[in-house]
């Protein structure tokens, strides 16, 4: 055999070797990226789930799975109610950044108006990465073409557009269809029929009985694909109205207060749709390596049967019961078991870590407000030492603000005085310390300051009277929001 033939048998095994390499790496790329399954609740409180030392209320399922999985017990939202909330975690900004801070108006249509398309939401970054992408349930984030879910990143939607909806379709779609027969047009949308994919569907089961079936039949469509999947399932339970099932009702003969009674129950059906997805990811063996998310969108409504304790306050709040939220995260492949990871997280953190965690790229100029906090799960460290997560509800001319950085949170609320918490050890807020930390205070609400700069104005208001009030009491009025009583520093 002569030098030239030697050379070239020699290349050609080198070539075939590095072949065989690149079909594994390749190979193993593929099996590693996780599918994901987001299950986002609606108002659900902190202190209502049983991982969080819920007595009365039971839920063995998402219980197994946070043992299993890590348990957050500081993990805050954008803000303290559903649609900058929502707003928030597609965008991966805070919502007064991009003029969206109030809710949109409930009419069925709101009046062509959303979340700006220049946001690219992480559901499109997923899908631009090879991902096959579902939205099951509430959506709240705009509802004309451009704003739809299947014109932002997602495949697939089933649910409905508006801020809620009625828990029992059959009846409800009947008195929307008299309402539309009678030639109203202006209907509330929590009676509007369900959608697929933008056509209206007949739902005859229990709205979250309903998401939890269509969550099954997504994964099964998303297997079939063979590429890796994500699923963003908004149960809207258990927010208002409070509607559950009879047989529901009846696990919780124990619970006097009616309203907490119907809100256990209807946790409960969120309970159980999740075991039945899980039962899915299991017999399909996909569960190892599906990254399961569940946390909720704001806090719990004290008024409506939810509890935040020992957290202050509620949905609304920028008191700890408004924004921080119950939530855990499972994966088998990727987590340890039965961890608990007590520093800041932010909602606004989805979307850096679950981009990195797709092999996605941010698209360039996108800009992003919070981080990847995946090394620092790993870890057990804080993903942001030093820095602030803020939060800011506007009122009628006012606004509540808060800071947390580290341990400490100052909050202001309805101008009344500046306090200071030490919230890992008084998650409660009990003790205002700002008298023995006043420059921590001041820098706190300098850095609130700093951060009301980069904050647009409302692009729209959730009902007409608000819109008024704002211009009425030239709103924001940031100066005196974040005024400190002269010679606090002295
Ligand atoms: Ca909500």
């Not at 070239?8 to 990226?33: G, H, N, P, S």
């Not at 009846?250 to 039945?276: E, N, S």
Request: with cysteine; proline share 6%; glycine share 10%.
């Amino acid at each position: 055999m002569g030098m030239v033939n030697r050379h070239f048998i020699r290349i050609f095994w080198y070539a075939y070797l590095m072949c065989l390499f690149f079909q594994a790496v390749y190979a193993e790329a593929k099996v590693t990226k996780p599918n994901i399954l987001m299950i986002l609740t609606d108002d659900l409180g902190y202190a209502d789930v049983g991982f969080n030392g819920a007595k009365d209320i039971k839920t063995p399922n998402l219980d197994v799975l946070a043992q299993n999985g890590v348990t957050f017990t500081s993990a805050y939202v954008a803000h303290p109610f559903c649609g900058p909330s929502r707003a928030g975690l597609f965008t991966g900004r805070y919502p007064h950044k991009i003029g969206s801070q109030y809710n949109l108006p409930t009419v069925k249509g709101a009046g062509g108006i959303g979340v700006p398309v220049e946001e690219t939401y992480f559901s499109r970054v997923l899908q631009d990465s090879g991902y096959f992408t579902g939205a099951v349930g509430k959506w709240h984030l705009g509802e004309a073409r451009q704003y739809h879910p299947n014109s932002r990143g997602f495949d697939e939607f089933f649910g409905f557009l508006n801020g809620g909806h009625d828990y029992f379709p059959d009846q409800s779609s009947k008195r929307y269809a008299a309402l539309v027969e009678a030639g109203r047009t202006n209907i509330y949308g929590y009676i509007a029929p369900l959608e697929y994919n933008g056509s209206p569907v007949q739902e005859t089961e229990y709205l979250t009985d309903a998401l939890s079936r269509e969550a099954v039949k997504f994964i099964d469509k998303a297997k079939a694909s063979t590429q890796p999947w994500f699923l963003y399932l908004a149960y809207n339970a258990p927010h208002t109205p409070l509607q559950a099932k009879e047989e529901d009702l009846a696990v919780f003969p124990h619970i006097q207060d009616a309203k907490r009674r119907t809100y256990a129950a209807m946790v409960l059906a969120v309970d159980r749709g999740v075991a039945r997805i899980v039962d899915h990811l299991k017999k399909t063996h996909q569960f190892e390596n599906t990254l399961i998310i569940f946390f909720s969108d704001n806090g719990g409504r004290l008024d409506q049967g939810a509890s935040n304790s020992p957290l202050s306050e509620g949905k609304g709040s920028v008191m700890e019961g408004g924004y921080r939220t119950p939530m855990f995260i499972h994966w088998a492949e990727g987590l340890e078991r039965g961890q608990s990871y007590r520093h800041p997280v932010h909602a606004l953190d989805f979307y850096p870590t679950l981009t990195n965690l797709a092999g996605g790229q941010v698209p360039e100029g996108k800009q992003l407000d919070g981080k990847d906090i995946l090394p620092a799960i790993l870890s057990g460290e804080s993903a942001r030492p030093g820095e602030s997560i803020f939060v800011m509800r506007h009122r009628k001319g006012l606004s509540d603000v808060a800071a947390r950085r580290d341990r400490w949170k100052a909050v202001r609320v309805a101008n009344g005085a500046w306090r200071l918490f030490d919230v890992e050890e008084d998650p409660g807020e009990t003790t205002d310390l700002s008298e023995q930390y006043p420059k921590l205070l001041a820098d706190l609400v300098a850095d609130m300051d700093a951060w009301s700069w980069s904050h647009e104005h409302p692009r729209w208001f959730h009902i007409q009277k608000e819109g008024f009030d704002w211009r009425e009491d030239n709103m924001p009025r940031f100066h005196e929001t974040f005024e400190l009583p002269t010679g606090s520093l002295d």
